[in-house]
């Protein structure tokens, strides 16, 4: 299978290459192109439903490119699509960690993660994870963080954009244009009028020569070795056999969040735990052992075992519960009558590789 070239460098790229040339004038520069091509696919009926820094390519000419449409998708009534999506935690909505029917995909959803890239190019890190968040929210407004350089329209559309419920965002990208007062340009027109304000810098030799961490992808402990940091969903409608089979997806949206003993940031849901787990010190650290609270979905009647011992724990309005855990192996089991599923996970110690 072949594929169009595009010169320059990945927008995660750019990011730690040269992150003294991004600021507000550069984002305003380069959302016009985006609004464009994403209007595109939602005026076609699709959905992109896997925008990220990853995927958003800055060439040569300081045009972006909307890149990998592997997620892409029918927004409405195609029910037999069984496209498999990759859920990058801080990016992807709520309502992508639903069955279809729950809650409604649509043009917001891919705004959410548009506004997720914009929140990790203005603070370095992406937004707390939307599953933690709509049990705990624990996300600062931009408005009210103020980081310096940027205008409060800006900020004001960013925040809109990651509204958790879906009904509370911009509908279109018409409508989030119209927040940060820029056009939803056409790609053509552009190429000739684009203004190159900074020289692209030359790429890197060798990319993988100077790891960074990924907070945008790795909102999970990456010692639980059986829970990948991108979540893998197949969003369709079950037929009426499978619904109790369903239950699985509790496992597959389970998101474990380091905490550090009476010290946590709002912004640490989304990061490492390297990044998340300061050592105060060494006897602050040995004062109580390290915790990670798993989350899971649940639905009222289930009953959740640990290691075979029955959990009294109930699932939130929003469907979710939690179990706080120390270091250890652990086998999660859910039953739902004569239904059973079940997940081993490992923990190991906060901030350990």
């Known amino acids: 299978m072949g594929t169009l070239y595009y010169s320059g460098m990945t927008l995660k790229e750019w990011q730690v290459t040269s992150p003294d040339s991004i600021d507000e004038s550069w984002i305003r520069r380069l959302l016009p192109p985006l609004f464009g091509a994403i209007n595109t696919i939602h005026t076609a009926g699709y959905l992109h439903r896997d925008i990220s820094l990853d995927n958003i390519q800055i060439q040569e000419n300081q045009l972006p490119v909307l890149l990998d449409f592997g997620s892409a998708r029918k927004e409405i009534g195609n029910l037999s699509d069984e496209t498999e999506i990759m859920l990058k935690p801080g990016f992807a909505p709520i309502e992508q960690y639903s069955e279809e029917g729950e809650v409604e995909q649509g043009p917001w959803t891919d705004i959410y993660a548009l506004g997720a890239v914009l929140h990790n190019l203005i603070t370095g890190h992406a937004p707390p994870v939307s599953v933690v968040r709509c049990i705990e929210d624990n996300y600062q407004p931009l408005v009210e963080r103020k980081p310096a350089g940027y205008s409060l329209p800006l900020l004001h559309a960013i925040d809109c954009a990651l509204a958790m419920k879906p009904g509370d965002r911009p509908q279109s990208i018409d409508a989030f244009a119209s927040l940060i007062d820029l056009p939803v340009s056409d790609v053509e027109a552009l190429v000739t009028t684009f203004p190159v304000a900074v020289e692209a810098p030359a790429p890197a030799p060798e990319p993988v020569a100077a790891p960074v961490p990924e907070p945008q992808v790795m909102a999970v402990n990456h010692a639980a070795a059986a829970i990948e940091p991108v979540t893998p969903r197949n969003v369709r409608r079950l037929s009426p056999g499978l619904v109790a089979a369903a239950a699985i997806a509790i496992l597959a949206v389970v998101v474990v969040v380091w905490k550090t003993n ?49 959990k009294d724990v109930k699932p939130t309005s929003s469907g979710f519960a939690s179990l706080n855990l120390a270091a250890g192996s652990y086998r999660i089991e859910v039953q739902n009558g004569s239904q059973v599923m079940s997940q081993s996970l490992t923990i190991d110690k906060p901030g350990d590789a």
Do not use: F
């Open 262 to 310: 009476r010290h946590s940031e709002t912004a640490s849901i989304a990061a490492t735990p390297s990044a998340s787990a300061p050592v105060a010190s060494q006897s602050a650290a040995a004062s109580a052992p390290g915790m990670a609270t798993v989350y899971l979905r649940l639905q009222e009647g289930e009953k959740v075992l640990l290691n075979g011992e029955a």
